[in-house]
């Protein structure tokens, strides 16, 4: 099997699987229940909260561990709002977020918020000028993605919260979900104050998550209970699912160091060979993050290539995971202004460590064959 539809999910590492399968086994005990069983289980949740901190240089008490980043961009988005409302109801994001951020926008229209959705270049990033333009004195929050999953387009997150930072009453939340491990971001140095991570991205587990929230944030939470994790996020921890996530952290923190170069090479090849099929647009621009690339085939519906690929235990996908059973028009390309024929056919290809340069040269072929056998059936 060649997978290549890791913006979706990874594989789980085997690692990663172990320590999940070992805390399982041997510290099931509850880390709020007063015995020494329970006693010990809280230890390992510290004990993998200083460890998450450490290799994201931030204070322990500053990470949330949550189910993924749908929940981890909720918390953050609703809990600023619902906590500073009385500041103002202004929130700021972009046309090209990820659906947990703009579901989560849209729905607090409904309680008497604005929100201004910022447009993007054909690149698929922000105007700072824009951004500029945009914020009022009753903005209390931004909300931008590092990486977007479609496209893989970088944002100007420094800039960002560089401009954020000098407005004492707005927070700045960025949704890292795509970036962790693939472009580095350095929490402290780029004035964010709220940032999601998700496990399944980095070959960790499904239902695993971490929300980054600066001491000085304070955010309504979403549940309400026992008073865990800062009494934002109350329910027993899932400790085996968060030793993993911080075990999944630490290996592609490593990858990213060691192995960076080795996925630009893949993406570059794939970028290269796919400009030379007539009849194929490229839609990731040329600065993007390493593991992704979006193409599109006018004139042939993405599922046709996709089912082809997949007869041949290939796996590649057309937009989001999110929202790729929903309308076949992708509205991260027609917000990058692409016409009709581009953004209702396009298709995306992701990387992970794990691939080869061998199976990027499999798929390129099967990839063109399926093109060539599509057209010749036209005819």
């Given at each position: 099997m060649?997978?290549?539809?890791?913006?979706?999910?990874?594989?789980?590492d085997?690692a990663?699987l172990?320590s999940f399968?070992?805390v399982?086994?041997?510290?099931?005990?509850?880390?709020?229940?007063?015995?020494q069983?329970?006693?010990?289980?809280?230890?390992?949740?510290?004990t993998?909260?200083?460890?998450?901190?450490?290799?994201?240089?931030?204070e322990?008490?500053?990470?949330?561990?949550?189910?993924?980043?749908?929940?981890g961009?909720?918390?953050?988005i609703?809990?600023?709002?619902?906590?500073?409302?009385?500041?103002?109801?202004h929130?700021?994001?972009?046309?090209i977020?990820?659906?947990s951020?703009?579901?989560?926008?849209?729905?607090?229209?409904?309680?008497?918020?604005?929100?201004?959705y910022l447009p993007?270049?054909?690149?698929?990033?922000?105007?700072?000028s824009?951004?500029?333009a945009?914020?009022?004195?009753?903005?209390?929050?931004?909300?931008?993605?590092?990486?977007?999953?479609?496209i893989?387009?970088?944002?100007?997150?420094?800039?960002?919260?560089?401009?954020?930072g000098?407005?004492?009453k707005?927070?700045?939340?960025v949704?890292d979900?795509?970036?962790l491990?693939?472009?580095?971001?350095?929490?402290?140095?780029s004035?964010?104050?709220?940032?999601?991570?998700?496990?399944?991205?980095?070959?960790?587990?499904?239902?695993?998550?971490?929300l980054?929230v600066?001491?000085?944030?304070?955010l309504?939470?979403l549940?309400?209970g026992?008073?865990?994790?800062?009494?934002l996020?109350?329910?027993?921890e899932?400790?085996?699912?968060?030793?993993?996530?911080v075990?999944?952290?630490?290996?592609i923190?490593?990858?990213?160091?060691?192995?960076?170069?080795k996925?630009?090479?893949?993406q570059?090849?794939?970028?290269?060979?796919?400009?030379?099929?007539d009849?194929?647009?490229?839609?990731?621009p040329?600065e993007?993050a390493?593991?992704?690339?979006?193409?599109?085939?006018?004139?042939i519906?993405?599922?046709?290539i996709i089912?082809?690929?997949?007869?041949q235990?290939?796996?590649?996908?057309?937009?989001s995971a999110?929202?790729?059973?929903?309308?076949?028009?992708?509205?991260?390309?027609?917000?990058c202004g692409?016409?009709?024929d581009?953004?209702t056919?396009?298709?995306?290809?992701?990387?992970s460590?794990?691939?080869?340069?061998?199976e990027?040269?499999?798929?390129?072929g099967a990839?063109?064959?399926?093109?060539s056998?599509?057209k010749k059936?036209?005819?």
């Amino acid at each position: 099997m060649i997978y290549l539809d890791n913006s979706a999910t990874t594989k789980p590492d085997p690692a990663v699987l172990e320590s999940f399968n070992q805390v399982s086994r041997q510290y099931y005990g509850n880390p709020s229940s007063i015995h020494q069983f329970g006693g010990t289980a809280e230890k390992l949740l510290i004990t993998a909260k200083k460890q998450a901190a450490e290799i994201l240089q931030v204070e322990k008490e500053e990470l949330i561990f949550t189910s993924g980043g749908t929940e981890g961009n909720n918390m953050a988005i609703k809990g600023v709002a619902l906590e500073h409302q009385n500041r103002g109801k202004h929130i700021i994001t972009s046309e090209i977020e990820h659906p947990s951020v703009f579901e989560a926008c849209e729905s607090l229209k409904k309680l008497g918020f604005e929100i201004t959705y910022l447009p993007v270049n054909d690149k698929g990033v922000i105007s700072i000028s824009d951004l500029k333009a945009a914020i009022r004195d009753d903005t209390i929050l931004i909300s931008i993605m590092h990486v977007n999953n479609e496209i893989g387009s970088i944002q100007p997150i420094e800039e960002i919260g560089a401009i954020a930072g000098n407005y004492p009453k707005l927070f700045f939340h960025v949704d890292d979900v795509q970036g962790l491990g693939k472009v580095p971001l350095d929490l402290k140095k780029s004035g964010i104050d709220l940032c999601t991570y998700s496990g399944h991205k980095i070959h960790g587990l499904k239902g695993t998550g971490m929300l980054y929230v600066n001491k000085r944030t304070k955010l309504f939470p979403l549940f309400h209970g026992g008073s865990q994790e800062s009494a934002l996020r109350s329910g027993t921890e899932n400790l085996a699912g968060i030793v993993a996530m911080v075990k999944a952290l630490r290996l592609i923190k490593e990858k990213e160091k060691n192995e960076i170069a080795k996925m630009y090479e893949m993406q570059q090849f794939i970028m290269n060979e796919v400009k030379a099929i007539d009849g194929v647009n490229m839609n990731t621009p040329e600065e993007a993050a390493p593991h992704i690339v979006n193409i599109s085939v006018p004139g042939i519906k993405p599922e046709v290539i996709i089912h082809m690929l997949g007869e041949q235990n290939i796996f590649i996908s057309t937009k989001s995971a999110c929202s790729s059973k929903l309308k076949d028009e992708s509205k991260v390309l027609a917000a990058c202004g692409f016409q009709a024929d581009r953004t209702t056919s396009a298709l995306r290809i992701s990387l992970s460590y794990d691939n080869t340069m061998e199976e990027i040269k499999t798929f390129i072929g099967a990839l063109k064959s399926a093109i060539s056998e599509f057209k010749k059936a036209l005819e």
